[in-house]
């Protein structure tokens, strides 16, 4: 989680910035700020207002707007969080010995977040989704996927005409059927359509796809012409 810049006075740190207790304080508070936000977008879009966010972390606008000076810096803080948390599975699927179980644990757990986090994630992902400030988690994604996919691939599990994109794609594919709006759809229904995909992962009685692959540099570095 990152931590707020210091406040600074004519150049002279504030107390935020030396007392353990208030940077513990402050820390807190974001967190807050930023659950809080997370489920008010889910519920009412980027139209809903600070003071409701504000008002449900249990802090007031000033602390809100000293932490997030403008809503797009909440709406960056909150798909930052989320994308270090798929950093963070990334890497400890990339732990898993077998290659075809890291791919099946990768999925799963990208899956199983983007379903969580749906509401929220649908309110922001059209706003700040390509923000300069989440290129480096962009391509820490991007690099992860491949060395799971690589690995996959090296050991002859995985078919080899994916990349580190498609698997980016497909994960939001099998997550879409759990923002489907029909009453008594089981909410684990996701994981059928997911069994479904890894099978086409597969080498075997595999055809060639059309089209290419989208390439990377649009995930990483989307506003670059």
């Known amino acids: 989680m990152r931590f707020p810049f210091p406040h ?5 740190a504030t107390l935020e910035e030396t007392s353990p207790a208030l940077r513990a304080d402050a820390a807190r508070n974001r967190m807050r700020i930023l659950a809080a936000a997370s489920d008010v977008f889910a519920e009412r879009g980027l139209d809903a207002s600070t003071a409701e966010i504000a008002r449900r972390a ?35 699927c990339l732990e898993e010995p077998d290659p075809w179980r890291s791919i099946e644990r990768f999925f799963e757990a990208m899956v199983e977040m983007q379903v969580g986090d749906r509401g929220a994630l649908d309110a922001v992902k059209d706003e700040c989704m390509t923000s300069p400030a989440l290129m480096g988690r962009r391509k820490r994604v991007m690099e992860l996927m491949s060395r799971i996919l690589r690995r996959g691939q090296e050991a002859g599990v995985v078919r080899d005409d994916l990349t580190a994109p498609d698997l980016g794609l497909l994960t939001a594919a099998a997550s879409s ?3 489907l709006a029909f009453p008594g759809l089981r909410p684990d229904l996701w994981r059928r359509y997911l069994g479904v995909i890894l099978d086409g992962m597969r ?13 990377r540099r649009v995930f990483e570095d989307p506003r670059r012409p």
């Open 8 to 12: 600074r006075v004519s150049g002279i």
């Open 58 to 92: 249990g802090v007031g606008e000033a602390t809100l707007f000293r932490r997030f000076p403008t809503k797009d810096d909440l709406v960056v803080a909150i798909l930052a969080e989320h994308m270090d948390g798929v950093i963070a599975a990334a890497e400890a």
């Open 177 to 179: 059927v759990g923002g």
């Open 203 to 215: 080498p075997e009685g595999a055809t060639r796809l059309r089209p290419a692959p989208p390439p």
